[in-house]
């Protein structure tokens, strides 16, 4: 129960002090604007006519009035708003409170078109809003709900007849509310690369069965020359036409360590692990992931193709890790890695 209610409280406190939506990026290019993510502190879903609406309320502490720029996207079950400003890196703001108010239609929440499904989740500028149904007119948004890391096992990609590629995400659940939430997001800094987002849905209000369940989620994206999911490196090549099909390996661990690294300078996390793997030399990835109460689930993985073949030859190996978490309230920093579970306070 009190694991649940610090839940609550971070998502709270993201909601209202967040910047910017949880996609691992890429290496950064110099770009002379920077995207700063609308910080909302109120929001409401009104009924006009035959249309939905939200209207989002905050305040911009920077005083800086320039534009807002609203993206709504539907994958899957999932209705994404991002909403944010595109400032220059040298502008120079009042520094003063500017309050907002935007009025945003989403009439997807309830209108569907053809065989896609109803939207059961609604995730504003990366916090997370269930969508309840219980009045068949008029849907109501549910801040009850936590992320979780989604398992993915295999990723595939392929190309549409209009030029676009499908992604597709495959995997096991075990919780029988958990809602795979996941799309594609090219990288507006760098060109030709592509961020796959994708983490799990699961509400607290609710009681579950503990069930295993495939899901497969996809997604279509503009073409594209590399891409990763929550980080981590997919080795797909551009110039082959075919479909690729990849598998996603958890590497075995023996050892683990994380602490801060001149925290006094930067807030930045150095995780050392050590592990054994087989004869395949695909790199390894060091991917965290932000579940909630200041805690990381960090995955070690690799991705190689579904045919490869690796010989059976055992081999140690150790990796270092830099990252700089991003932490609210008062809860210690806490790191699961494999079975082990580090607090930093």
Not at 114 to 126: E, Q
Request: charged share 20%; net charge negative; aromatic share 8%.
């Amino acid at each position: 129960m009190l694991k649940k209610m610090l839940s609550i409280i971070m998502i709270i406190v993201m909601f209202t002090m967040m910047s910017g939506v949880f996609a691992q990026e890429g290496e950064r290019m110099a770009n002379p604007i920077r995207r700063d993510y609308h910080p909302i502190s109120h929001v409401e879903l009104v009924k006009e006519g035959d249309d939905l609406f939200l209207i989002l309320k905050g305040e911009l502490r920077d005083g800086c009035d320039y534009p807002a720029n609203i993206q709504i996207e539907r994958v899957g079950t999932t209705l994404f708003v991002d909403m944010y400003r595109e400032l220059p890196f040298d502008v120079m703001c009042p520094m003063v409170l500017l309050g907002y108010e935007e009025k945003i239609a989403v009439n997807d929440l309830y209108a569907t078109e053809g065989d896609m499904p109803d939207v059961r989740v609604v995730v504003i500028n990366g916090v997370l809003f269930g969508v309840d149904r219980f009045d068949a007119h008029m849907p109501a948004l549910n801040l009850l709900w936590v992320r979780g890391v989604l398992p993915v096992d295999s990723i595939t990609v392929s190309s549409t007849e209009t030029d676009e590629k499908q992604i597709t995400l495959g995997g096991t659940l075990t919780d029988g509310c958990a809602v795979p939430i996941y799309r594609a997001v090219p990288d507006w800094q760098n060109e030709g690369f592509t961020v796959i987002e994708a983490y799990m849905g699961i509400p607290l209000n609710a009681s579950c069965l503990q069930i295993e369940e495939r899901y497969e989620g996809t997604m279509l994206t503009a073409p594209m020359t590399s891409c990763a999911v929550n980080g981590v490196v997919v080795p797909y090549n551009p110039d082959n036409p075919e479909s690729q099909a990849f598998r996603v390996e958890a590497m075995s661990i023996t050892n683990v360590s994380a602490e801060w690294e001149d925290r006094a300078l930067s807030p930045n996390v150095k995780i050392i692990v050590s592990g054994i793997v087989d004869g395949c030399e695909d790199p390894i990835s060091i991917a965290p992931q932000l579940t909630g109460d200041n805690t990381y689930v960090v995955q070690v993985v690799r991705v190689l193709p579904t045919d490869a073949v690796c010989t059976m030859i055992a081999r140690d190996f150790t990796q270092t890790f830099m990252f700089a978490p991003l932490l609210q309230g008062d809860a210690p920093l806490t790191v699961i890695i494999g079975e082990q579970m580090i607090t930093l306070p």
